[in-house]
T-cell receptor, first 114, second 113 residues
Framework: RKEVEQDPGPFNVPEGATVAFNCTYSNSASQSFFWYRQDCRKEPKLLMSVYSSGNEDGRFTAQLNRASQYISLLIRDSKLSDSATYLCVVNIGAGGTSYGKLTFGQGTILTVHP | NAGVTQTPKFQVLKTGQSMTLQCAQDMNHNSMYWYRQDPGMGLRLIYYSASEGTTDKGEVPNGYNVSRLNKREFSLRLESAAPSQTSVYFC????????????FGQGTRLTVV
């Protein structure tokens, strides 16, 4: 079983739609969680961190459920510019702040059309 | 603001040739990473270095070696390239062992023929 799993999609939605992505992780020792965005043939860039209480950044809302080992990303009012691959990322730490390894899901492809 | 710089950006190798991918960061980060990305596979961790002087294997280390030359530089070496190593390689760095944002280089597109 992969340590971080995502539904690869693709998700094809009209402008203005609300879309949700899910991610599960297998290691309960995971310490920190992120969503990254990757545009075609570019490097991944941080979209947002995911906090235990849930957090929002404009049209984007991230949720974490530690008990179920589940992370989600909700995009409201989708824009054409949201078309990209969304990567769920988990820091599977060795404990404390000593070190950890960033592990990526396989990514979810989103296409927003007019 | 250079951030994370990878060289080269493109490379074609013949099977059995060797090469080193270079990575340098100017953000004073402790942790550095090498990933490969293949279609439908996401980014898979090859090796990482939590701090200067330490390196650890990731998910797919076979066929690769790494050197953390100093705090700034982390190189990836292919001793005898194979077609299965055709991929896009990304270097990344972060503070605090990955508990904060990781910054990526622009990637190296490697083809092994």
């Amino acid at each position: 079983r992969k340590e971080v799993e995502q539904d690869p999609g693709p998700f094809n939605v009209p402008e203005g739609a609300t879309v949700a992505f899910n991610c599960t992780y297998s290691n309960s020792a995971s310490q920190s969680f992120f969503w990254y965005r990757q545009d075609c043939r570019k490097e991944p860039k941080l979209l947002m961190s995911v906090y235990s209480s849930g957090n929002e950044d404009g049209r984007f809302t991230a949720q974490l459920n530690r008990a179920s080992q589940y992370i989600s990303l909700l995009i409201r009012d989708s824009k054409l510019s949201d078309s990209a691959t969304y990567l769920c990322v988990v820091n599977i730490g060795a404990g404390g702040t000593s070190y950890g390894k960033l592990t990526f899901g396989q990514g979810t492809i989103l296409t927003v059309h007019p | 603001n250079a951030g994370v710089t990878q060289t080269p950006k493109f490379q074609v190798l013949k099977t059995g040739q060797s090469m080193t991918l270079q990575c340098a960061q100017d953000m004073n980060h402790n942790s550095m990473y090498w990933y490969r990305q293949d279609p439908g596979m996401g980014l898979r961790l090859i090796y990482y270095s939590a701090s200067e002087g330490t390196t650890d294997k990731g998910e797919v280390p076979n066929g690769y070696n790494v050197s953390r030359l100093n705090k700034r530089e982390f190189s990836l070496r292919l001793e005898s390239a194979a077609p299965s190593q055709t991929s896009v390689y990304f270097c990344a760095s972060s503070t605090l062992g990955g508990n904060t944002e990781a910054f990526f280089g622009q990637g190296t597109r490697l083809t092994v023929v």
